[in-house]
């Protein structure tokens, strides 16, 4: 039973599964029960399968698939996700680095926007107007990318920033090491 895993930012979740499924075990079509349950819980829980595509974490007999995970939130900074090798087992060690700070060190922030304080009016006419220039973009990578910079330019003309500060607040406290 899945609903009983954890799911917050700072649960990973590691192991052998025994879970086929296209999305990640691109060396068969097939899908299996324990597949299809971990694939929906995923998606019901915004987890992200760290593995790289097309890298088998188990050998047996000449036959590959990828039934050992590392999953979690999406909001890590690394892709470090690899295998070490073969160990005498049909099963690959796999390796996953986590960045952390140290406890208490100061973590610095970005400045936030004042949205009371904000040109909405030139906000809204300025986003409006260089939107109604991507008409015909058919590259969705492009437009994603001009969308993006659109918004935060008149952003940062129309909406000015609160300041920033430096806490010293860490998640990573004396418990967890």
Known sequence: DLSSLPTGRLNFLCGDFNAHHPDWDVFGSRSNRNGQVLQEWMADNDMRMWNTLGLATRVRGGSLSTIDFVISRDCWPTDSWALLGTWGSDHA?????????????????????????????????????????????????????????????????????????????????????
């Open 93 to 177: 060690p796999t390796y996953f680095e986590v960045p952390c700070r140290r406890p208490h060190e100061a973590v610095p922030r970005q400045p936030t926007w004042s949205f009371s304080k904000a040109d909405w009016e030139g906000y809204v006419a300025r986003v409006g107007a260089d939107l109604r220039g991507l008409k015909g973009c058919r590259n969705l990578d492009r437009l994603a990318r001009r969308v993006a910079s659109t918004i935060t330019a008149a952003a940062e003309k129309y909406i000015p920033r609160a300041g920033s500060f430096v806490t010293s607040e860490s998640w990573l406290t004396a418990e967890l090491m």
